[in-house]
């Protein structure tokens, strides 16, 4: 069964920093695409950054030049660095992953709190 579980959420202030993890169960290269979303409240739900199996990326305007991702393949996990925040910023972060024969899965996210 496929899961994707994050952890790495917080509280943290403006100009802080925070990582996200998001642990994949089963093989990271059966993915195509792996990606951060973000859904602050009453907002729908936006891509943050996504990484493809051979490590591509892409960023949202609104975090390049702040925001990382990278993949550790050693370790099934998928990770969002986090910096100078900004309290915009604020959101539940989802892991998202695109199965190349199952399709889409999500983990259960991460609140991420950016205090002014």
């Known amino acids: 069964q ?3 579980v994050e952890s790495g959420g917080g509280l943290v202030q403006a100009g802080g920093s925070l990582r996200l993890s998001c642990v994949v169960s089963g093989n990271m290269f059966s993915f195509n695409v792996l990606g951060w979303y973000r859904q602050a409240p ?8 996504t990484i493809t199996s051979i490590s591509r990326t892409n960023y949202a305007d609104s975090v390049k030049g702040r925001f ?5 393949n050693a370790k099934n996990t998928v990770y ?9 910023d604020t959101a539940v972060y989802y892991c ?3 199965h190349v024969y199952t399709g889409d899965y999500w ?8 205090s002014s």
């Not at 009453?42 to 950054?49: K, S």
């Not at 990382?68 to 550790?72: G, L």
């Not at 969002?80 to 915009?88: T, V």
């Open 107 to 114: 983990g259960q996210g991460t609140q991420v709190t950016v």
């Open 80 to 88: 969002l660095q986090m910096n100078s925040l900004k309290p915009e």
């Open 68 to 72: 990382a991702i990278s993949r550790d």
């Open 42 to 49: 009453g907002n729908q739900r936006e891509l943050v950054a």
């Open 2 to 4: 496929v899961q994707l």
């Open 96 to 98: 998202q992953g695109r």
